[in-house]
């Protein structure tokens, strides 16, 4: 039997918590933070908190935190043991150590990466959703927190009344305006708790934007055989990512930060159109493409764009639908930028499930889509292509595909979509979902025709024909 990894490095002290410690955090701000210790030192540790699963701290704990990151480029495999993470907690566990941890001066960040969902917040508003269940039960036991704002709350809390400055809350999920969201939300819970502590919070704790982007597939068996086979070890902890990375975050930071702009991380003023770029250009296609590809039958982005009638649904939104909407980044080609997007869809060594990618859309639709369809109609121009695309996933959601097959649909709101869609006129029911569709969208007369008209279309001519017809 092969012997697992093993830390070769010594351990660094914690300086981070962060809230996720999922595939995308391993491939990426632990290998970014991991190399900024190693280039200017500092004890900036991730000590990672799971708020559900044991999985990832079962994984690390027999390798003392290590782990490996492969990266995955069309001429072949790169491996690199990661050593930044300090130890694992998983929250349901104990949450009192967690709050313990949070609350210790020593932690100077606490990062996130807990998805739209985590947020506990309604997307069309951005509000905290006082009714989400571990809201309400967060808020009846704020000593024993569920979520991520009852855990951000009680921890600065314990900090405030300890005399302690608080640490930085750096939102690194794929939002607009992330870091104004996690403050919502954290200002919004705090409010409902104690006033005195909401006004503390609003004053002394910041909360930078970030943007983040790098493909990470979810990690197979096969990629774990693989490593073995090359390295000569174990690594049921390891993570595969493309090659490209791209870390944008707003500098502001009230006790200091890794020396992450000595390891390629751009430290600016302003993250806002940086992060519109790529939520607009690249999670928006990439939600498109996941949703008409699974329908159209393809099981990864690189085989769906490979369909050229896809890969020109993607040039013909960004070029006439998404990019005349975005100011251009500080320091960016928008026509460059897609291009790339376009190339890295297509590397053969990333296998990015369709389904993968569909997965939790009632919470992504509102960031990646509805907004460019907004700015689009308020220019006097109907986005055929992006109304395709929320057409699509409403078929999507209905739970069966084109085959009369079982769809498994993984979404916090999936049974209330699921009878929505497959009703007597499931455009009309799906947008008057308003915890996804701003009310005034889903009114507009223009915007539910065209995907009305997509829809039918869908249903009639399948999603490859559909697609087809749209790109030619």
Not at 158 to 186: E, I, M, W, Y
Not at 348 to 367: E, F, N, V
Request: a negative charge; hydrophobic letters at 40%.
């Amino acid at each position: 039997m092969t012997d697992r990894l093993t830390r070769t490095t010594p351990k660094p002290k914690a300086g981070i918590v962060h809230l996720g410690p999922g595939a995308f955090f391993r491939a990426f701000n632990a290998v970014y933070t991991d190399e900024a210790m190693a280039k200017a030192g500092g004890d900036w540790g991730i000590l990672a908190v799971s708020l559900r699963s044991p999985d990832a701290r079962d994984q690390l704990a027999p390798q003392d935190g290590a782990y490996t990151a492969v990266t995955l480029g069309p001429e072949g495999r790169e491996a690199q043991v990661v050593g930044s993470i300090t130890g694992c907690l998983v929250a349901p566990e104990d949450p009192g150590a967690v709050l313990e941890a949070m609350a210790d001066p020593a932690i100077r960040i606490v990062s996130l990466t807990i998805t739209e969902k985590g947020y506990c917040h309604n997307p069309a508003t951005g509000k905290l959703m006082r009714d989400h269940p571990d809201i309400v039960h967060d808020l009846e036991h704020p000593e024993a927190p569920r979520s991520a704002p009852g855990f951000l709350t009680a921890a600065l809390a314990r900090r405030r009344a300890a005399g302690h400055p608080p640490f930085t809350v750096l939102s690194c999920d794929n939002l607009p305006s992330n870091g104004a969201l996690a403050k919502q939300v954290v200002l919004d819970f705090a409010r409902a708790r104690d006033e005195d502590l909401a006004e503390w919070i609003a004053n002394e704790v910041r909360f930078p934007a970030t943007m983040v982007d790098r493909i990470t597939p979810a990690t197979t068996e096969a990629d774990i055989a693989a490593l073995e086979k090359a390295a000569g070890y174990s690594d049921p902890a390891m993570v595969a990512a493309e090659p490209f990375r791209q870390w944008v975050i707003e500098d502001s930071f009230a006790q200091g930060r890794p020396a992450w702009d000595e390891v390629g991380v751009q430290m600016v003023a302003d993250v806002e159109a940086h992060e519109l770029m790529k939520l607009r250009c690249l999670n928006g296609t990439h939600s498109t493409l996941a949703y008409l590809g699974y329908l159209a039958g393809y099981e990864t982005i690189a085989e769906t764009v490979a369909d050229p009638d896809f890969a020109a649904l993607c040039r013909k939104m960004w070029d006439e639908e998404i990019i005349p909407t975005l100011p251009r980044p500080e320091g960016e080609d928008l026509a460059r930028y897609t291009a790339a997007l376009l190339e890295r869809y297509r590397n053969p060594g990333i296998r990015h499930r369709t389904w993968q990618i569909a997965m939790d859309g009632s919470q992504k639709l509102p960031q990646r889509m509805l907004g460019t369809v907004a700015d689009c109609l308020d220019r006097g121009t109907v986005p055929e292509g992006l109304c395709l695309a929320v057409a699509g996933w409403i078929r999507y959601v209905s739970g069966t595909d084109e085959a009369g097959t079982p769809i498994d649909v993984r979404d916090p709101m999936a049974d209330r979509l699921r009878v929505a869609a497959t009703s007597a006129d499931p455009v009309d029911a799906v947008l008057a979902l308003d915890a996804v569709f701003p009310v005034k969208l889903a009114r507009d007369a223009r915007f539910r025709d065209a995907v009305a008209s997509a829809h039918d279309r869908l249903m009639r001519d399948g999603a490859a024909r559909t697609v087809q017809a749209y790109v030619r």
